[in-house]
């Protein structure tokens, strides 16, 4: 009998072909340094229309870097007592340091609701090509057992609801089977790249 299985390219989650350079997600690239992002230089109308590719990882180190005490950001995300949810651990970006992502992408917090964030995945092309950048960035720098394990954090955290959650877990093969997996640690700034994935994601509209 001839198989039915659809190749790992041609599935609702593909990856691009490594040979292929012009199709690698933006942050499977080698990161260079560039002008400071616009959204970072001055306050834009509040929206959830936030792109996760106005930051770099070294940029977002600088924000991840901020002591708590100074962040005086006006925002204010629902506190994680009483929500289910574990706090922070100690690399991974507080609550303050999540407001101060919202704050600076120019996010009405109110958008957010109450945790989990995003309690289901958008599943319309521009979500699955934001869940495919982000699954990509996390496998190319740490591989996949560090991609799974941090889709559960931001589960436990109360980022991302179990729809959610299932969904990224569930395409993190597909990564690994075109993309080369990385062997680094997840320290907070990658974390609060995810953090900025997933108010991208909150922005997406589903019809």
């Not at 940029?59 to 009483?82: C, F, I, Q």
């Not at 990509?136 to 941090?150: I, Q, S």
Request: one cysteine or more; proline letters at 9%.
């Amino acid at each position: 009998m001839v198989s039915t299985r659809l190749p790992v390219e041609s599935r609702f989650y593909s990856f691009p072909r490594l040979q292929d350079s012009s199709n690698i997600p933006r942050y499977c690239r080698p990161v260079r340094r560039r002008p400071r992002p616009k959204s970072l230089q001055r306050s834009r109308r509040p929206s959830l229309v936030f792109d996760p590719a106005d930051y770099d990882p070294n940029e977002l180190r600088s924000l991840a870097g901020v002591d708590d005490a100074d962040a005086g950001t006006g925002v204010s995300l629902p506190p994680v007592e009483g929500s289910g949810y574990r706090p922070a651990a100690p690399d991974e970006p507080s609550r303050e340091q999540c407001e101060r992502l919202v704050a600076i992408g120019g996010v009405d917090p109110a958008a957010l609701g109450e945790r989990p964030y995003l309690p289901t995945f958008p599943d319309v092309p521009a979500g699955r090509r934001v869940g495919r950048d982000w699954i990509a960035y996390l496998v190319r720098t740490a591989g996949e057992a560090a991609t799974r394990d941090a889709i559960g954090r931001y589960r436990a955290l109360g980022w991302l609801g179990e729809d959610a959650a299932a969904t990224l877990d569930a395409r993190v093969g597909d990564a690994v089977a075109v993309l080369d997996s990385g062997d680094d640690d997840l320290d907070r700034a990658d974390h609060l790249l995810s953090f900025a994935h997933v108010i991208r994601l909150l922005g997406i509209e589903v019809e």
